[in-house]
């Protein structure tokens, strides 16, 4: 038996069962990881302390004592976000040798719960990109076809989950970042409510958009993960306490009465045609057994691209000013004064598309400026998230789109950046409302590319999600044994 393509919730069955130990398991995984090295998924890994954790689990099964519910299973960290002992580079070059004095909160639980942390995933530099192009430690490549890149920004943990380098990886998703690498390689990609998850720990790009979440290659492996990572947390003050539901109830149900939001904007000109097939395939499913759709109109939907990229980019100069050469990270040697250190350390740590995004956002805040640009983003930032909230008052749940395209090749958009920014265009309008939502395979196009299909719930309500994800997931399944 190939463990290593086994589901999450397939593998915590064997590791339960004893028909493997966690060692045998890790070891497994680092042979892959060898394997597949050429897909440049993960920055580091961590081998001796996964081998120490899992021993120490399997110690524990033989007295028969508890354990948690990820006991002995491998899982990967994307590189933006803490754990001590180890690197944490964010993809950068300033950051290319610095090592976590702290663990992130999201990591404490996924340990606490028995998992075994393996590596380090690759992504685009500080959260920063699309297609994973924008690494310091160079492109991750779509295990599916390694000529295309696999998304971004969390392009490293999607490969890695997607080419069986561990079961599930974490993601950050600040406008897409883990639903669209999620849609690009084939896989199941959750970014919970705005709030759902801890960011403590998460290196920040723009702190009132970002949202850790997993990537998984199921739907009950994703609601296993969130219930593990789901929580207040009193070191983030943005972490809710709201009530967190038992979300594996809301696997295996059937989808009657369901009301399905479709808003005209999901199938504008842009949508590729065998991304709208796979998608309105998929939904006549639903109709079949018994849901309903409700045609609705989200005119906000096309400007929050606009109001993403002010607000991210504004907070994204703000948080990433610390970045100065003095306290940590690279620093320039040679330089006159204290503003030449930081000009000069910022100019050699950063890579295009950081320094990008630092100028936009410093000039949407500067004097003139701020009113014209930011102030109006926040104001049509309102406006989306009312049109979402009037929408959940007829429907349920909505399905769109995860991007208007499968995955391009790499090098494809690199010098087109309006383009590369456009294939965000169903993905940031969902972050500007803090909404949960979550990308799952819904088919292939001609040349055996995934599509990916979007789910979008109210606020803090992911069990609609899963409840949907899960039925679409057997159905389709049903499909292929047909």
Known sequence: MDYLKLNLWEIKEKLESKEITSEELVKLCFQRIKETKELNALISTCEEMALKQAKLIDEKRSKNEKVGILAGIPIIIKDNINIEGTKTTCASKFLENYQSIYTATCV??????????????NMDEFAMGSSNETSYFGVVHNPVDTDYVPG???GGSASAVASYQGFSALGTDTGGSIREPASFCGVVGLKPTYGRVSRYGVVAFASSLDQVGPITRSVKDSAIMLQVLAGRDENDMTSSNTEIPNYLKA???????????IAKQFFNDQLNSEVKEKISHTIDILVKNGAQTVDLDLPSFAPALSVYYIISSAEAASNLARFDGVKYGRRAEKFSDIVDLYFKSRTQGFGKEVKRRIM???????????????????????????????????CDILICPTTANPAFKIGEKSNDHLAMYLTDIFTVPIN????????MPCGKNKDGLPIGLQLVAPMFNESVIFKTGSFIEKALEGEKDV
């Open 360 to 394: 936009l956002g410093n000039y949407v805040l500067s004097s003139g400026y701020f009113d014209a640009y930011y102030n109006k983003a926040k104001k049509v930032q309102k406006v989306i998230k009312k049109e979402f909230d009037d929408a959940f008052k007829k």
């Open 251 to 261: 696997i295996d149900f059937d989808v009657k009465n369901l009301k399905i939001g």
């Open 152 to 154: 971004g920004s969390s």
């Open 432 to 439: 500007i409302a803090g909404l949960p939502a979550m990308s």
């Open 108 to 121: 404490q639980k996924l340990i606490d719960a028995g998992a075994v942390i393996v590596g380090k995933a």
